[in-house]
Nanobody
């Protein structure tokens, strides 16, 4: 069993920054890809960013590319999402997740991930 716990969400004005963290327990994550998704009420959960097992390869949604950076610290079993130049449309609950299979590539499809955290709320005001 894997437990993923997100933190770092909150309220920020447009143009500001936040850093989300995802701490894992129950299993070492250093062979899996990790991802961040987000969801707003009434909408499907959407891909934000992912990173392969050793951090050498990343993938981003077009809407966050050049503003968000995903990284990981395998020694601490933790994944991060640095969010800069935040926009009101970034407002959502952000979820951390691990890949089902060995993480040689940064997966993007929601069905490629299995365990999920409880989410952390990000609110960006204009």
């Amino acid at each position: 069993q894997v437990q993923l716990v997100e933190s770092g969400g909150g309220w920020v004005q447009a143009g500001g920054s936040l850093r989300l963290s995802c701490a894992a327990s129950g299993r070492a994550l250093n062979i899996y890809s990790m991802g961040w998704f987000r969801q707003t009420p009434g909408k499907e959960r959407e891909f934000v960013a992912s990173i392969n097992w050793n951090g050498a390869s990343t993938s981003y949604a077009d809407s966050v590319k050049s503003r968000f950076t995903i990284s990981r610290d395998n020694a601490k079993n933790t994944v991060f999402l640095e969010m800069n130049s935040l926009k009101p449309e970034d407002t959502a609950v952000y979820y951390c997740t691990k890949s089902r299979e060995y993480g040689s590539t940064p997966y993007r499809a929601i069905e490629d991930f299995d365990y999920w955290g409880q989410g952390t709320q990000v609110i960006v005001s204009s």
